[in-house]
Nanobody, 119 residues
Framework: QVQLVESGGGLVQAGGSLRLSCAAS????????VGWFRQAPGKEREFVAA????????YYADSVKGRFTISRDNAKNTVYLQMNSLKVEDTAVYYC????????????WGQGTQVTVSS
């Protein structure tokens, strides 16, 4: 089992920045990839960014490319999502998730953290 705990959400004005953290515990050594997802009210959950736990390769949704940066600190078992130039439409609950194999879906999910961007 892998446990994930997100933190760092909050209220910020448009154009501002936030950094989300996702701390992994349990069998974190088994993690292959960690992703960030978000879900806005009335909308489906969508992919935001992902990072390969060991190799460090990163992937981004087009909507956040150039504004968001995903990174990981293996020593701290933590993945970060640096969000810059935030827009009102970035408002959502942000979740981190982990998978233990390349072809698997995300097996483990955090509880989510609210990000609200005001105009």
């Amino acid at each position: 089992q892998v446990q994930l705990v997100e933190s760092g959400g909050g209220l910020v004005q448009a154009g501002g920045s936030l950094r989300l953290s996702c701390a992994a515990s349990g069998r974190s050594f088994s993690i292959y990839r960690v992703g960030w997802f978000r879900q806005a009210p009335g909308k489906e959950r969508e992919f935001v960014a992902a990072v390969i736990w060991s190799g460090g390769s990163t992937y981004y949704a087009d909507s956040v490319k150039g504004r968001f940066t995903i990174s990981r600190d293996n020593a701290k078992n933590t993945v970060y999502l640096q969000m810059n130039s935030l827009k009102v439409e970035d408002t959502a609950v942000y979740y981190c998730a982990a998978t233990i194999a390349p072809a698997r879906g995300y097996d483990y999910w955090g509880q989510g953290t609210q990000v609200t961007v005001s105009s």
